[in-house]
């Protein structure tokens, strides 16, 4: 069973920065597509940033530039790092995978991430 946690999120002033990671489990990371998705209160989960196994990676409009996204195969993890950060980036930020090969897609629990004005 593939597990995913997040950690790194908390409250930032805007124009900061934050980290998000990522741990994957139970499967081989290399088979794994992971991304990151929001979901701001009471709006639809939007795509954040997508990541291949090959290392394409792939961002929404808003966030080009600022975010990028990254992952370690050694440690298993796959990194958002977020900079000059808005309140309209807050949040609850969720990882993604998908097993290349079985189409299988995971879910982590999210980390809340809060910018302040």
């Known amino acids: 069973q593939v597990q995913l946690v997040e950690s790194g999120g908390g409250l930032v002033q805007a124009g900061g920065s934050l980290r998000l990671s990522c741990a994957a489990s139970?499967?081989?990371?290399?088979?794994?597509?992971m991304g990151w998705y929001r979901q701001a209160p009471e709006k639809q989960r939007e795509l954040v940033a997508t990541?291949?196994?090959?290392?394409?990676?792939n961002y929404a409009d808003s966030v080009k530039g600022r975010f990028t996204i990254s992952r370690d195969k050694a440690k298993k993890t796959v990194y958002l790092q977020m900079t000059s950060l808005k309140p309209e980036d807050t949040a609850v930020y969720s990882c993604n995978a998908e097993n290349i090969l079985t189409r299988m897609v995971y879910w982590g629990k999210g980390t809340l991430v809060t910018v302040s004005s």
């Open positions: 990541i291949t196994s090959g290392g394409s990676t």
């Open positions: 139970g499967t081989i990371f290399s088979t794994l597509s």
